[in-house]
């Protein structure tokens, strides 16, 4: 088979677990998880790759691997299925030599992907994670990567001062090459965090991978291992600024938040856009959606397929979803296919797909005087909420 | 079984909707082109090989199939075909539909091997099981099915091809082209034979300069007990949008729940052309009341009773009923429309106003400003 050698190509490492994310991730990855009403988390870097001339994806998956396989199949909604272009699912595997097995670490991950990236001989390999809501164009921070001669790039964002401690923070210089990388410090130094988000020349990274395998002591992870060992060795790192919209969308609240962000005449992350910052999806063959006499739709989104005969206000109701006569869904988060049954009240809820809340029963939305902040209940996927029964305020099922 | 499917994609008219397209890709029901509800029925009844006969205007729908991929299409084997003039090797004006099938007797004749052909029109929507349709046939024993849709003859319609069975159910009389009394049967412009009789009659048919379908194909040989024929009756939704008014009244019959499911999803789901547009944004001041709405809508004024395709933009204190609006158009602040069919990409500026009747809705053309 032949190869077309490629500039750049991506690494989306997808296999992580998201178990803050708690009942939602219990069957499916988190990049598979479903946002904003018709895409899941993975929709973002992927269209990002495609959006910035980026046609040859690798996906590294491990946990729960099915569903996101399933969504990405031969990347056909992202165009990623030409005859030089191609979204390649890539899960662990057995090797001769035992190199192999579960992916230790990000870093590990990569390294035992090696054989996959060196086909298209690339000169920049991007890394990207499938845990992040934005739009950004990689071919941007390409060429800011080529032109400043860098072994390494990494984007960062400031964040505000009392958050730094939970990313990694790039400490730089005012040409903006980083002289320091700390990972998670507890006395950040300056509040540039590191998106996860690293442009490499290959040849680089490759010996790096290769070095850090054989270090028995490695936790085989990039921001642990691989860039504070590359900044050691005196290799060229910058810091690429980004300011847009970003949302990591790894805990209940913030998926939650990132949801609601999408809502609003001048939203905070406006998903909608031109034809080049497009976000594509797997797209299902349901109908327009039907809005009945009874139905009220105050801010909100609502996707194709889905049926609506109650009160639907500042919420996300996504494809294949049915709201029920006289049901109430506010300040919600709704997944593909959930089904709202007539009289049931749904508030300030992650509905997990498919979960059904049946008739007069309640989710979420009371709580009490002396909460300071509204706990988010969840249901998980398939979940079944009894009639007449209630799920409190935070609860998950 | 192997089965062919036949589309005739320039089947009658639709006023000035297919003043610039074929019927086959006049917009209907929100997010879909007529085109596919056949394109559905066929290939969830299992046919992999389909033609599509289309005579002129045909660039939209040719834009909106491409190579077949949505519909599962995309095929080494089979597939889709777009026959067209050049295609056929001549560029005539085709008096008739027999004389199209005669034209693409190469794609007949040449290509895989099928057993029976499925002709269908495109100015009737449903939302049919074609597996039933031929089981049916095949074990009717006769030479062609013709399937037909009780309650449509009122004596007013003009219908392409009518029937009326006895009480054993068999034909007593058929009529075309006439406006047929009540308790005939609407001939729902989908026809099921054997590949090799087709061919043939088809042959024989041109060979004696007769041309139309209806009446020489199906009637005439009818009549002149050269043909068996089988009365399929479909007992789903047929929705016949053959004039303006009988497409505006069936886009806004999509609103009712029943006819919404039965269309949609009775035994099969539709695919379309993706276009991978965000969910509709409803607003803070918007209010929406039976409608159905597509994906990339921004909603902030009052509609009601209406159709709504893809990224249409409604703009505050516009109030809209009994429309049809199709994809990308805009309607300004303050505006004001009442059975009306707004084409693509319109622009209705704020404060304007358009009233029209569910006889003779107002039609604004595509890309214009009003």
Redesign the interface.
Known sequence: MYFQKKRAIAMLLAGGQGSRLKVLTEKTAKPAVPF???YRIIDFPLSNCVNSGIDTVGILTQYQPLELNEYIGNG??WGLNKTHSCAQVLPPYERHDKKSGWYKGTANAIYQNIDFIERFDPEYVVILSGDHIYKMDYDAMVEYHEKNNASCTIAVRTVPIEEASRFGILNTNPDNTIYEFEEKPKQPKSTNASMGIYVFNWKVLREALINDEEDPNSSNDFGKNIIPTLLNAGHKMMAYNFDGYWKDVGTIDSLWEANMEL?G?NPEFD??GDERS????R?N?????????K?E????????GSEVYGT?KHS????GCSIGKGALVEDSVVMPGVVVEPGAVVRHAILGENSKVCKNAVVGGAYGPEDKKKKISVTSKGAVVEANTVLLPGDML | MNVMGIIFANDGEIGELTNKRTTASVPF???YRQVDFHLANLTAGGVRHIGIISRHNYQSLMHHIGSG?EWGLALEEGGLEFLTPYSMSTTDNYRGKLETLYSAMDFLEFGPENDYVILTGTAIQSNMDMKKLLDAHVASGKDITVVTKAGIANGKKQLDLAVKLDENGEIADMMVDYAAPEGYLASMDVFVMSKKWMIERVKQCVAHNLYHMDRDLVLGQWQKNEASVNIYQFSGVAMYNETIEEYFANSLAL?D?DV?HNV??GHH????K?R?R???????G?K?????????CMLDGEVKNS???RQVTVCEDAEIENCVIMNDSVIGEGAKLKNVILDKNVTVTPGAKLIGTKKNPIIIKRGETV
Not at chain 1, 285 to 293: N, T, V, W
Not at chain 2, 269 to 272: G, K
Not at chain 2, 278 to 284: A, K, N, R
Not at chain 2, 288 to 296: A, P
């Open positions: 904003g009403g018709k056909q909604p809502l005449k998903i909608r497009r976000i594509y999806a797209n063959a349901l109908p327009s959606s039907y809005i009945d006499k139905a739709t105050v801010n909100c989104f609502i996707a194709e639907v996300i109701i996504s494809v | 029901g929100g997010r991929e609103i729940n919404y949609f999803s789901t539709i695919y379309t993706v991978d965000v969910p509709s944004y409803y607003g803070e918007c929406i009341d039976n409608c159905v709405v597509s994906d990339g159709v709504l395709f």
